[in-house]
Nanobody, 126 residues
Framework: QVQLVESGGGLVQAGGSLRLSCVASGRPFSPYNMAWFRQAPGKEREFVAVISWLGGGGYYADSVKGRFTTSRDNAKSTVYLQMNSLKPEDTAIYYC???????????????????WGQGIQVTVSS
């Protein structure tokens, strides 16, 4: 059974930084793309970033491009989301997610992902 566990969330002032981590277990980590989503109160879950199992620069939502960076350490079965220049509108529960099957397609829709972490709260104060 695939398990994803996020950590690193919390409360930060606008302009600050946080780094989220997501550790995966239950199967080999490297052949699968990893993604980050977020959900604010009263809003739908939205795509934040995705990174190929090959690594590389990742693909980002326009709202976070230039401020957030995702990376992965396959040896540690961990994906990261470095969040800089945080804004109050970044406040949400952040989830990491992965797919059931290895693919080269970097999907941005939540329905494409089969396994989800429990989520972690990020709150940015103004």
């Amino acid at each position: 059974q695939v398990q994803l566990v996020e950590s690193g969330g919390g409360l930060v002032q606008a302009g600050g930084s946080l780094r989220l981590s997501c550790v995966a277990s239950g199967r080999p980590f490297s052949p699968y793309n990893m993604a980050w989503f977020r959900q604010a109160p009263g809003k739908e879950r939205e795509f934040v970033a995705v990174i190929s199992w090959l690594g590389g620069g990742g693909y980002y939502a326009d709202s976070v491009k230039g401020r957030f960076t995702t990376s992965r350490d396959n040896a540690k079965s961990t994906v990261y989301l470095q969040m800089n220049s945080l804004k109050p509108e970044d406040t949400a529960i952040y989830y990491c997610a992965t797919v059931r099957s290895a693919t080269t397609s970097l999907r941005t829709d939540p329905g494409a992902y089969d396994y989800w972490g429990q989520g972690i709260q990020v709150t940015v104060s103004s």
